[in-house]
């Protein structure tokens, strides 16, 4: 089996050290070179192209967002950001993702050895899902986006860690519906895709996107900018409305909550869940409870397996699921491990997802 090959492009001296000693401990990764700039990265790739890109934004002589730009256009490569992310650069970092780049790691402006030592396990599974990602796609959905309509190693921890399981709260029949989203890598593009794509008068929406913290509020204002719905970050006790999309905050699980008819949200914090926080098991669960067969849920694109037993828990109390197809996922990771588990009612192209959430009455 060969190594994924990672080229590590950051003006840190400490963030290239680090990475590479974190990165050459896992068998199936080499680091093979690691550069200051991206002038002194072209003469690493002129020998052996890499397989994945550790890429950071602000550097010298040129910028990472036009080193990504540049290798898209030349010849399309896994890129994973690592940028500290502040109040200016968020939005800079948010575009690296609409051009290309398929997943972002934050690090601090402080503490950084430390940070990225514990962090450690997210490069390595940044890494891997950034190597079996098919970045072809990601440009075929971003140019989709500019064509559509306008409208240590962490515990693998359960839902039950913030939300056990019991006794369904579900009514039978509610006037409001809900739509519960679950997606990680290829899904800023993905998301875009399908929220464009509603009218007013679509279902409320609960949306778990695997993002870092301080990043998911510029998303959501982004989606909101170009959607005909509108779209916000959570904020606890949303309520979940239509024509409506809310999305979950990076470093805070997401639950829905049932009062009376009406179906709000919380904001939660809590241990990882199938090493992540917000988790989509944890969202699914919480709406398999509350909504039951009011509700769908739709996994999307994304490395690993978190959703799919709490899809499993939605299709058992009632609600209808989908999973996004492997021709449209830019990684067939969490779709297709629902689908194994019997969690999917029915298996939709990117561009029809769209259309089974307006069929929701």
Known sequence: MNKIGVLIVDDSAVVRTVLTDILSKDSSIEVIGSASDPIFAQKYMEKRWPDV?????????????????????????????????????????????????????????????????????????????????????????????????PLGVAPKLTADAILPKGTSGAMSTTTDKVVAIGTSTGGTQALEIVLKSLPKTSPGIVVVQHMPENFTK??????????????????????????????????????????????????????????????????????????????????????GDDGSSGLLEMREAGAYTLAQDEETCIVYGMPAEAVKKGAVDKIVSLYEIHKEIQKLK
């Open 53 to 149: 890109i550790i890429l950071d934004i602000e550097m010298p002589r040129m910028d990472g967002l036009t080193f990504l730009k540049k290798i898209m256009a030349e010849r399309p490569t896994p890129v994973v950001i690592c940028s500290t992310l502040t109040k200016e650069g968020t939005t800079t970092t948010f575009e690296a993702l609409r051009s290309g780049a398929v997943d972002i790691i934050t690090k601090p402006e402080i503490g950084l050895k430390g940070f990225l030592e514990e962090t450690g396990i997210q490069f390595l599974n940044a890494v891997k899902g950034a190597a079996s990602a098919r970045v072809a796609k990601v440009q075929n959905i971003i140019n989709k986006q500019e064509q559509a309509k």
């Open 218 to 303: 510029a998303f959501a204002n982004r989606l909101d900018s170009v959607c005909e719905i509108s779209v916000k970050e959570a904020e606890d006790g949303d309520r979940v409305l239509p024509g409506l999309a809310i999305i979950a905050r990076g470093n805070r699980h997401l639950t829905l909550t049932r009062s009376g008819a009406q179906y709000r949200v919380q904001v939660v914090d809590g241990p990882l869940v199938s090493r992540h926080r917000p988790s989509v098991d944890v969202l699914f669960r919480s709406v398999a409870r509350e909504a039951g067969a009011n509700a769908m849920g739709v996994i999307m694109t994304g490395m």
